[in-house]
């Protein structure tokens, strides 16, 4: 199947831009910057299309905030014919580093509610996600506050650098496979 989805999780909404759990929609609109594709709204998300090396890329952000990202992932997983070994999502991780980067075929949601709702509509936690690590630099029981806080000046500087990989990440995924992108990625 030559045919791709890529989800980046974030929450819709101004109040969000550039939040930490936002990460998966900066990531986003980053890569199709690079394909010059811009995003629709369609029916529980916003939509861009392009293509690389012959093969079809559709990309989500989802519109149901992002605790309930399984029924968008779900819905156009479905109304795009795209087989789960095809998906990606980009997504934020609490429990890497601020910058790290893993790319994983499968796992646990990692107590991020987002993956944890998409496992249960899915019905498997088998389908690839790069994780960006954000840091767990918070006090206990703020967890929620941190990553629905703004980068740090620090932080949101940094993030620059990381853009042009996600696109790096992605062309790699769609043209070699997820383990030879976790080879080339995983320790960057």
């Known amino acids: 199947m030559n045919k791709f989805l890529i989800i980046g999780l974030g929450n819709i909404g101004k109040e969000y831009l550039e939040t930490r759990h936002n990460v998966g929609f900066e990531a986003l609109d980053s ?35 992002v605790n309930l990202s399984g029924k968008s992932v779900r819905y156009w997983m479905n109304k795009e014919k795209i087989p789960i070994k095809n998906l990606l999502i980009i997504t934020d991780d609490l429990n890497l580093d601020f910058g790290i980067i893993r ?3 499968k796992g646990s949601d990692g107590g991020h509610n987002g993956l944890k709702n998409i496992n249960e509509i899915l019905q498997t936690n088998k389908y690839n996600r790069l994780r960006f690590g954000i840091g767990g630099n918070f006090s206990k ?24 990989l996600f696109y790096q990440i992605i062309c790699s995924f769609v043209s070699e496979g997820i383990g030879s992108t976790m080879n080339k990625f995983n320790n960057k």
């Open 31 to 65: 890569i199709c910057k690079e394909f010059k594709t811009t995003f629709e709204t369609k029916k529980l998300g916003d939509i861009a299309k392009s293509n690389h090396k012959g093969k079809s890329l559709v990309f989500l952000k989802p519109s149901t905030y």
């Open 103 to 105: 790319l994983k075929e």
């Open 141 to 164: 029981g703020k967890q929620s506050d941190f990553v629905l806080s703004q980068w740090s000046k620090k932080e949101k500087s940094e993030l620059i650098i990381y853009k042009p």
